[in-house]
T-cell receptor, first 110, second 113 residues
């Protein structure tokens, strides 16, 4: 199983700050997905990135897939308390499983 | 509303007492899967199914059984639960298509005492 390493593991910031979380691997992936999980709920898909160098925006969230397709980042601009949650990156393993990183727990306080 | 429904949301049981966690999806997805989520270990796959009557083991299948008699349902069975199966369980479904995301249920928090 090819691992996905996420960093930082925990992040606690004030409302209005910017932040970036990272997802890295030694392997090349055909695509990568980002999910957000709120306490007591299941993960919810945010985005899928497919092409090396691809950048996708979802309101204040910007997702980037590395040129070599081994890494990805999620940047949040002007974080809000509603952004609080666990952010997970995942890759699809031959259509049989989603392999997840261990996630970044984000806490945004007002 | 397109969704994956798990029941129950919370369950406390005793060691050795058989239990079933149900999972149903209304999106006509071919693929369904069970995960458990534990602190420090993240989400790990237990079993998955590519279609009716087709199931296979994930990374942590020991102590669990599944069945897929109908496309919409994928129950998780613990024949003889043990305390190390105390965890948060998620069912997920997806079409079998490249780059499609999974839809997860809201989870079942199981405590085995």
């Amino acid at each position: 199983t090819q691992l996905l390493e996420q960093s930082p593991q925990f992040l606690s910031i004030q409302e209005g700050e910017n932040l970036t979380v990272y997802c890295n691997s030694s392997s090349v992936f055909s695509s990568l997905q980002w999910y957000r999980q709120e306490p007591g709920e299941g993960p919810v898909l945010l985005v899928t990135v497919v092409t090396g160098g691809e950048v996708k925006k979802l309101k204040r969230l910007t997702f980037q897939f590395g040129d070599a397709r081994k890494d990805s980042s999620l940047h949040i601009t002007a974080a809000q308390p509603g952004d609080t949650g666990l952010y997970l990156c995942a890759r699809n393993q031959a259509g049989t499983a989603l392999i997840f990183g261990k996630g970044t727990t984000l806490s945004v306080s007002s | 509303e397109a969704q994956v429904t798990q029941n129950p949301r919370y369950l406390i049981t005793v060691t050795g007492k058989k239990l079933t966690v149900t999972c149903s999806q209304n999106m006509n997805h071919e693929y369904m899967s069970w995960y458990r989520q534990d602190p420090g270990l993240g989400l790990r796959q237990i079993y998955y199914s590519m279609n009716v009557e087709v199931t296979d083991k994930g990374d942590v299948p020991e102590g669990y059984k599944v069945s897929r008699k109908e496309k919409r349902n994928f129950p998780l069975i613990l024949e003889s639960p043990s305390p190390n199966q105390t965890s948060l369980y998620f069912c997920a479904s997806s079409p079998i298509r490249d780059n499609y995301g999974y839809t997860f249920g809201s989870g079942t928090r199981l405590t085995v005492v």
